[in-house]
Nanobody
Framework: QLQLVESGGGLVQPGGSLRLSCAAS????????IGWFRQAPGKEREGVSC????????NYADSVKGRFTISRDKAKNTVYLQMNSLKPEDTAVYYC????????????????WGQGTQVTVSS
């Protein structure tokens, strides 16, 4: 069974950090582009970051550039999203997703999705 599982969300104060994990079972993540998306209440799901197959390139939404870092750990078959300098507007459910081709910010391009992990940034 092909599955993605996110973890690492939680409640953090503004300026704090969290590291989200996206672990895969049933397939090797290296063969897929992996995207992180988020969805805040009442808003559409938006792309946050993406890492290409084999980690050759990364990209970020303007709103998180310089604060978030995406990376892969091949041995653990896991993709991470390190989130620093968190802001209240980063509050959302965060999802990871996999697709066969190049990175994109379009949700329809992604084949496999995790169940999401809640990130809340509040004092």
């Amino acid at each position: 069974q092909l599955q993605l599982v996110e973890s690492g969300g939680g409640l953090v104060q503004p300026g704090g950090s969290l590291r989200l994990s996206c672990a895969a079972s049933g397939f090797a993540l290296d063969y897929y582009a992996i995207g992180w998306f988020r969805q805040a209440p009442g808003k559409e799901r938006e792309g946050v970051s993406c890492i290409s197959t084999w980690g050759g390139s990364t990209n970020y939404a303007d709103s998180v550039k310089g604060r978030f870092t995406i990376s892969r750990d091949k041995a653990k078959n896991t993709v991470y999203l390190q989130m620093n300098s968190l802001k209240p507007e980063d509050t959302a459910v965060y999802y990871c997703a996999a697709q066969y081709h190049s990175c994109s910010g379009e949700t329809n391009d992604y084949v496999y999705w995790g169940q999401g992990t809640q990130v809340t940034v509040s004092s």
